[in-house]
């Protein structure tokens, strides 16, 4: 391969920290990957920390030392992320989406990849310091969330599945409340998913009064693993007591009126 | 804000084309975003482009039109997906993945993000031509490498649910034969969820006898989609004849020896 232009050698570099947020690559590998010397890498690494810096994407970040290396952090504005969840709000307002029960159809946007990467890295950057070892959801619809939240992270996902059918070896199950129905259901997890000890951050699409939340955290504590935190997309205003205190939210649902097809929802600003 | 010189322009330019692959960016707004002429953004394209193709990370393209724009389209060599794919048949090999019952636990892997992102990029280049307008899948062990396959593409995702509770509005259902248990099974889709007419393409982990991939078929059949392609990351040698001919799969498992906890599957040669 021809030497690369410094240019052509910046922007690959870039790609490659933006293609896997969070990531530590290691020096000694760009260096090689790229065939220029530590301090050549050095200024391009800072320039592409200025870029990034400048235009408001985030952050590059260097760690010193043997097992050091450079990450790229994903970070908007608070500005763009707040007018990213105020759209989002306007969407999920639209009168087509109240269906029968008095529920809203969000199917579609919780599966849009570019829609659930943003919320993903928001909640990356609201729990950052909570530094968790995985990322923890349940079955169905929040696994996309949880998938790009655990990407921004750089960390697994482990999905818990409703029921106790799990063909995937020895699993710990536990019983949970349905908020909504009141019933009691089965959640269950494949006891080599979580290691004891683990730092396990929650996320979820939808909290009404916390059950499946909750039911979470039980499983969690079943194999030694310490929940750091839980974050919804959207929280219910009722009931207002849920069945954990600590979470975040990035939306509430105020109301929804079934018969005018109207949906109150807005984002909540940030508490912090 | 301070005009940003040449070099930080491109990085930041980078950076928004390589978050969104595949997506067509208009000329317009990044002119806009970034304060400068078209002729410039034009040579901050092609200088990105030079990188991308100079390091084998994939392509930029740019539409020429009122409609135009540029985007990034991932793709990798094939010597590097090749490599990609033999380490994961190696980690799949791991003995302590045989689990009772002959199956393979690959969940910590199907959970990984950035070995799915990758995964979904390599469909991405072999589906190219198919040009999808959504992906199908069936929850819940296929849902994040189908939607890393959506995020390649820049189309959203679509779950088909099992059973036919699906509180999601007016829904069709379909029932299917599970190839490995024979036993007859149903799986649904929210009816607004994919349009007549719509491309699409269907991506699961897994196929043995093909029984969830013609579920699948058939469902988006019943709403007058059409399916432009299957693509599973594993299939099984055994048995040969599948429920549906046309299908690409990225591995294909010989055989789970449970005594022994071994286990062979190997990347298969690219049929095209």
């Known amino acids: 391969?021809?030497?690369?232009?410094r240019l052509e050698r910046v922007v690959a570099l870039a790609l490659e920290l933006v293609s896997r947020p969070t990531h530590l690559f290691s020096f000694s590998r760009f260096c090689e990957k790229f065939d220029v010397a530590k301090s050549t890498l050095s200024e391009d690494v800072q320039a592409i920390k200025n870029g990034i810096n400048l235009f408001g994407l985030g952050d590059v970040e260097t760690v010193a030392g043997a097992a050091g290396g450079v990450r790229f952090l994903p970070a908007r504005s608070a500005e763009d992320d707040g007018a990213f969840l105020l759209t989002l709000s306007e969407r999920l307002m639209e009168p087509e989406r109240v269906i029968p029960g008095g529920f809203l159809y969000m199917s579609d946007l919780l599966f849009t990849p570019h829609v659930v990467s943003r919320l993903g890295e928001i909640f990356r950057q609201r729990f950052a310091d909570s530094?968790?070892?995985?990322i923890l959801t349940v079955e169905t619809k929040g696994i996309p969330l949880a998938l790009m939240t655990a990407r921004a992270f750089d960390v697994p996902l482990v999905t818990a599945r409703?029921?106790?059918?799990?063909?995937?070896?020895?699993?710990?199950?536990?019983?949970?409340?349905?908020?909504?129905?009141?019933?009691?259901?089965?959640?269950?997890?494949?006891?080599?998913?979580?290691?004891?000890?683990?730092?396990?951050?929650i996320i979820d699409d939808f909290m009404k009064a916390g059950g499946s939340a909750k039911g979470l955290c039980d499983l969690a504590s079943e194999v030694g693993a310490k929940v750091v935190g839980t974050g919804v997309l959207i929280t219910t205003s009722e009931p207002a007591g849920k069945m954990l205190e600590d979470y975040l939210a990035l939306l509430v649902l105020e109301a929804v009126d079934e018969q005018k097809r109207l949906t109150r929802i807005h984002p909540l600003v940030r508490n912090e």
């Open 131 to 134: 530094r968790p070892d995985y």
């Open 1 to 5: 391969m021809t030497k690369a232009k």
């Open 162 to 201: 409703r029921g106790s059918r799990v063909t995937e070896g020895s699993s710990v199950s536990i019983n949970y409340v349905t908020g909504s129905a009141k019933r009691i259901e089965t959640m269950s997890l494949p006891r080599r998913a979580l290691p004891a000890g683990a730092r396990v951050l």
